[in-house]
């Protein structure tokens, strides 16, 4: 099923080698909201609202960056701050405005809004506006993670079922570290006033299938991100 959800995100087909794209990428499955990496560490996703830095006091622009520096010195792991910047589609809002527009009784609003949709579609169209989303990676791994004896690999040989289970047994504990972290990150986010929702395993593929298929994909978290509002 994993391994499905990581061809999907490629947008290949997992059975053909030659199109398939799994070989570029680091990683090697998701599964209950985590991703896998091929050298055996841990990855969890964040998605983090954003603020309007511009538009705050220099009171509050100091605090917001003694706040981010807290979190920053709070620590003791890497993490990765990943933006990912698409144009903005709103095709789904442009349809419901013409649906409502047609149903309008009143002749004078439903040209209005007949000409909002127009300016909407042509300020869309030649202002390039970009919708943002943001994410903070955040890593796990064992001392041991990628070091395999030659004991483990032939007893992984002669027993792979008991290899499968401590396996499994690793992975959760891993997880359960991974979840510290993620938590750890969460609540100082909140101390900033931003909010953040840690990614499920539909959402990772999601975003995973996004950045390999620009074209093709939609807009990310239609659901729950959308609650996330920018503050103004």
């Known amino acids: 099923m994993a391994e499905r959800g990581?061809?999907?995100?490629?947008?290949?087909?997992?059975?053909?080698?030659?199109?398939?794209?799994?070989?570029y990428i680091s990683v090697a499955e998701i599964k209950e909201g985590v991703m896998i990496m091929k050298d055996g560490s841990l990855r969890g996703v964040i998605a983090v609202s954003s603020t309007n830095f511009s538009l705050k006091s220099e009171d509050e622009q100091n605090a917001l960056v003694a706040a981010y520096q807290g979190l920053i010195n709070s620590l003791d792991f890497p993490i990765q701050i990943l933006i990912h910047s698409r144009i903005l589609d709103i095709e789904g809002y442009l349809g419901k405005l013409k649906s409502m527009a047609s149903g309008q009784t009143n002749?004078?609003?439903?040209?209005?809004?007949?000409?909002?949709?127009?300016?909407?579609?042509?300020?869309?169209?030649?202002a390039n506006?970009?919708?943002?989303?943001?994410?903070?990676?955040?890593?796990?791994?064992?001392?041991?993670?990628?070091?395999?004896?030659?004991?483990?690999?032939?007893?992984?040989?002669?027993?792979?079922?008991?290899?499968?289970a401590t396996t499994e047994a690793e992975f959760?504990?891993?997880?359960?570290?991974?979840?510290?972290?993620?938590?750890?990150?969460?609540?100082?986010?909140?101390?900033?006033?931003?909010?953040?929702?840690?990614?499920?395993?539909?959402?990772?593929?999601?975003?995973?299938?996004?950045?390999?298929?620009?074209?093709?994909?939609?807009?990310?978290?239609?659901?729950?991100?959308?609650?996330?509002?920018?503050?103004?």
């Open 172 to 232: 959760l504990r891993s997880k359960v570290k991974l979840e510290e972290r993620v938590n750890h990150i969460m609540a100082e986010l909140g101390s900033i006033g931003l909010r953040s929702l840690v990614l499920n395993t539909e959402e990772l593929i999601e975003l995973l299938y996004q950045s390999y298929n620009l074209d093709t994909a939609s807009v990310l978290h239609e659901g729950g991100l959308k609650e996330m509002k920018v503050e103004t």
């Open 6 to 23: 990581l061809a999907m995100a490629t947008g290949k087909k997992s059975n053909d080698p030659k199109l398939s794209t799994q070989q």
């Open 107 to 126: 002749e004078l609003l439903r040209i209005q809004m007949t000409e909002y949709i127009e300016y909407i579609a042509k300020l869309v169209e030649f």
């Open 129 to 164: 506006i970009m919708s943002k989303n943001f994410y903070i990676v955040v890593p796990f791994s064992t001392e041991a993670t990628g070091k395999q004896t030659i004991s483990s690999r032939l007893k992984r040989l002669l027993n792979p079922v008991a290899q499968i």
